[in-house]
């Protein structure tokens, strides 16, 4: 009987660990509208999240800039008039550790439309991670219709040409990766930090 109480308190643990891991946490919860400052090796960008529109998308994406999980990060993904994407990588092209998947929150109302940041994720609705794009065109593409979108959830309010710029830079295959798209310089997120609520 021990044995089977030990049991029973063991599953209930594991899946208590198992929800507050996959919950996201609440950063600056009374701030509806959070700043983030996004250094990167070509400037300063920064952006501003709709927790109202997005809620679990916001605070994951704010889960890792607080705990600096996005520094020294790389964009290994620019396509010229369509995206410029990272989060994912370190400056040596390692993956980084993911917090659990996040719901899909693309039918929200915002568009992918050029200068709106949204979460990259596969092909399955419901995978995005930590990895971010910018819209550097109008991706309507990219929009929620008859299937799932990808989910925006917040707009550059500053720094449009560093955006612009990052879009225009030089790629090419890399053949030790298998990517197309690729910068040629590394293109690095530097830093990434949550502003004071104004």
Do not use: C
């Not at 899946?15 to 950063?27: R, V």
């Not at 979108?149 to 500053?158: D, H, L």
């Not at 720094?159 to 790629?171: D, H, Y």
């Amino acid at each position: 009987m021990k044995s089977l109480t030990n049991i029973m308190l063991f599953i209930l643990a594991s899946t208590f660990s198992l929800f507050a891991a996959a919950k996201n946490i609440a950063i600056d919860p009374d701030n509806l509208f959070p700043k983030v400052k996004l250094e990167t090796s070509l400037g300063v960008i920064v952006v501003e999240l709709d927790r109202v529109k997005a809620p679990i998308t916001v605070d994951n994406f704010l889960t890792y800039v607080v705990t600096g999980e996005y520094a020294n990060t790389i964009f290994h993904r620019v396509e010229s008039d369509f995206v410029v994407q990272g989060g994912g990588y370190d400056t040596d092209y390692a993956v980084k550790k993911n917090n659990p998947d996040i719901i899909n929150e693309s039918g929200n109302g915002w568009k992918n439309e050029i200068g709106t940041i949204a979460m990259a994720r596969e092909s399955r609705p419901h995978t995005a991670n930590r990895q971010f794009f910018f819209n550097i065109g109008d991706n309507t593409s990219l929009d929620p219709g008859r299937r799932w979108g990808y989910a925006v959830f917040g707009e550059v309010v500053e720094g449009q040409e560093v955006l612009e710029k990052m879009g225009a830079v030089e790629t090419d295959y890399n053949s030790e990766l298998g990517w197309e798209n690729v910068p040629v310089e590394p293109l690095v997120l530097i830093k990434a930090t949550l502003l004071p609520a104004e």
